[in-house]
């Protein structure tokens, strides 16, 4: 399937001081004739140590039957149960930003920039109340828009971490995560966050050679060495590797090359997995792309039966109760995995291309007339799916295509038109449920 364009959040670019212009100039030739950038990692035998931007306050002892310290403990089967995810503030989330700059604060700053006007550590509530207070001070048009935009602040943000996170060096990796970890997550003090990792597809591409992703890999582990670093003992779940499965059909036609890819799944999946309070769930794939045997295999190699579990849609906007049904039959053959699915713009189901053998299944680049999907939630009424999540902010960019502003920016306009035709409809069969 084609990389979905949204999958490529903007983040800041930076660079790793002290690598010399001449392994630099080693590793952008080298990687030019592979077909990819590779970045640069510590050298071999080095142990990268970065500073870190505040105290861990956590303990490094786990409990298996609840990694997350949620009070009161969920039950063994369903490690999510109860849990409250982050939700964002104004400084930093997209929607919430979107209504302040509505409401005449910080108009000119651009797109996905800190609000200057707010402290990392207002949250949503907050500022939920000045908008109540405020909004009769707007026109009609601008009260509907912000009451849309509601439907998306008020609900749990997803944060990435990728190759474009401070220009994906170590140190940019480790610098992101902890802005994070002791700025960002300030916002909602005592949630869990949500994360999801972007690496192997974002530098390597759908079709990658057994020679290009061993020659990645030193870097790539430098890069998850770093994360893992930077996340310490603190509560979090993990959802790795966007498209990972789903886009990895032309990956499989090497065995040799699958089986690098598989190898450096496992190896990610193992190192934020063995964190004393991180959940990780492994992409899964989309079930209009895939089938359960084929994602279940590359699952099964890559470990899911060692951590939480898959999840599924990541990049897709296919019906909810159709991915319930996929990833149903991939926990079968994966020793009962379980699952999340991602409803984030899934209320309205795909919207399907007329030609899918040239065009993929799914038109995946700013469909459209798409709406909200059910709300985020661990009680999915479905023993196998530990949460319905939002793993990408609705409303963001996929690129130019059908009008859109860069890939990665948050375009207030989509995101009001997904809020208005927003639904808690499973599937095409099920009742009706507009919010």
């Given at each position: 399937m084609p990389l979905r364009a949204r999958v490529?959040?903007?983040?800041?670019?930076?660079?790793?001081p002290g690598l010399r212009a001449s392994v630099a100039a080693l590793l952008l030739a080298v990687g030019g004739g592979l077909g990819f950038a590779l970045v640069p990692?510590?050298?071999?035998?080095?142990?990268a140590s970065f500073t870190p931007q505040c105290s861990d306050p956590f303990s490094a002892s786990r409990s298996p039957g609840n990694p997350l310290m949620l009070k009161p403990a969920p039950p063994a089967s369903d490690p999510l149960s109860g849990a409250s995810f982050f939700v964002d503030g104004p400084a930093h989330g997209a929607a919430a930003g979107?209504?302040?700059?509505?409401?005449?604060i910080d108009t000119s700053t651009p797109p996905g920039k800190p609000l200057p006007s707010f402290s990392d550590s207002e949250s949503w509530a907050q500022f939920a109340a000045y908008v109540a207070e405020h909004i009769s001070s707007v026109s009609p048009a601008k009260q509907h828009q912000i009451m849309e935009l509601e439907k998306i602040a008020s609900e749990p943000e997803t944060e990435r971490i990728s190759k474009y996170s401070e220009g994906g060096t170590?140190?940019?990796?480790?610098?992101?995560?902890?802005?994070l970890f002791c700025h960002n997550f300030t916002a909602d003090p005592g949630s869990i966050p949500v994360i999801s990792t972007y690496f192997m597809h974002a530098t390597l591409g759908g079709c990658p050679t057994a020679s290009a992703i061993g020659a990645y890999r030193p870097a790539f582990e430098a890069q998850i060495d770093a994360l893992a670093q930077a996340t310490g003992n603190r509560p979090v779940v993990y959802l790795l590797e966007l498209d990972a499965v789903g886009s990895s059909a032309c990956i499989a036609r090497s065995a040799a090359a699958l089986s690098q890819w598989e190898s450096m799944l496992k190896f990610e999946a193992t190192t934020l997995g063995?964190?004393?309070?991180?959940?990780?769930?492994?992409e899964g794939g989309y079930s209009d792309a895939n089938s359960?045997?084929?994602?279940a295999r590359i699952l099964n190699a890559s470990g899911v039966r060692q951590v939480a579990g898959f999840f599924t849609n990541d990049t897709h906007d296919n019906w909810t109760s159709r991915e319930i049904a996929y990833g149903e039959a991939v926990s079968k053959l994966s020793g009962g995995a379980h699952f999340i699915v991602d409803?984030?713009?899934?209320?309205?189901?795909?919207?399907?291309n007329a030609h899918p053998s040239t065009q993929g299944v799914e038109d995946l680049c700013n469909p459209p007339k798409r709406g909200l999907g059910p709300k985020p939630t661990t009680s999915t009424g479905f023993a196998n799916v530990d949460a319905f999540l939002?793993?990408?902010?609705?409303?963001?960019?996929?690129?130019?295509?059908n009008g859109g502003p860069a890939s990665g920016d948050f375009w207030a306009a989509r995101a009001i038109a997904e809020a208005e035709l927003a639904n808690g409809q499973l599937g095409p069969g099920d009742r009706s449920q507009p919010y």
């Open positions: 490529r959040a903007r983040e800041p670019i930076g660079r790793w990692a510590a050298p071999a035998g080095a142990s979107a209504i302040a700059q509505l409401l005449g170590p140190a940019g990796i480790f610098s992101q995560a902890q802005k063995k964190l004393p309070h991180a959940l990780v769930y492994i359960a045997a084929y994602a409803t984030a713009e899934s209320g309205r189901g795909p919207l399907l939002w793993t990408h902010v609705p409303g963001n960019s996929d690129g130019s295509c």
